[in-house]
């Protein structure tokens, strides 16, 4: 993307905490012109690729000047809001396209997920860019762990050797003893606790500490195709948090 992407002068912040410890911030109408960037990945389609880990579905890497905007618009509006420092914020954006069908996930797709931190000291956030108007294809699920030292162990497992970690899993776990779908719900790995519905042109922004995932009910509508599949802007930002006062 050559120029960067405006915002919308007009688009206001709501910020709710949607649970205990899940503030979420929903932006509506945030971008003057979302559908530049649907039609800029409609034309790089082959440009996209499957990371390796993950992501379920395929993602472009984008940033610089074209997201210089919205970068500004994170750094001042949500430093605010969600008590983190203005400065020495590390950026990261990619377009992404939920495509995996439930048979494809591996362990760690099945379920939901943290962000994982650059460095301890530090903390994430993340902000969700729906680009899409078909809203049955999902929105974001907020959850709490049920046991994180099983997760953590499992996790620990899967980047060794996914077959043992699965077997560990299914072992321990009646949600992984089923066929893999998209989580959308409770279950013995982790409670459900939000959901925030999708809507063409929203943006949510929370932390990436909380156990998150697309909330996709009905992966029969998911496709590579950015014209008509779950194609999100996806920004990461690694921050400092601010100084609490005493």
């Known amino acids: 993307m050559a120029a960067p992407l405006a915002i919308n002068p007009n688009a206001t912040a709501s910020v709710s905490e949607l649970a205990p410890g899940c503030r979420v911030a929903v932006i509506d109408d945030f971008l003057a012109d979302p559908e530049y960037v649907r039609e800029f990945a409609r034309l790089q389609r082959a440009a996209f690729a499957v990371p390796q880990r993950g992501y379920p579905g395929h993602t472009l890497d984008v940033g610089g000047r074209s997201m210089a905007d919205i970068y500004r618009f994170l750094r001042n509006k949500m430093s605010r809001q969600f008590g983190f420092l203005r400065g020495d914020i590390e950026f990261a954006a990619m377009l992404s396209i939920t495509s995996l069908p439930p048979a494809k996930l591996s362990n760690l797709q099945r379920i939901c997920h943290v962000d994982p931190r650059r460095q301890v000291e530090r903390a994430n956030f993340a902000s969700v860019l729906y680009l899409f108007h078909d809203t049955e294809l999902g929105g974001t699920a907020f959850y709490s762990w049920r046991d994180q030292a099983l997760i953590e162990k499992a996790t620990a497992l899967d980047l060794q050797d996914p077959d043992e970690a699965q077997q560990f899993l299914q072992e321990r776990s009646t949600y992984f003893a089923a066929a893999p779908r998209y989580m959308t719900e409770s279950n013995d790995i982790a409670r459900l606790e939000a959901v925030v519905a ?49």
């Open 198 to 246: 999708a809507k063409f042109n929203r943006l949510i922004f929370y932390s990436g500490d909380i156990p998150h995932s697309a909330y996709i009910e009905n992966s029969d509508l998911l496709t590579d195709d950015p014209s008509s599949g779950r194609l999100t802007l996806n920004c990461f930002a690694s921050v400092h948090p601010a100084a609490k006062t005493p």
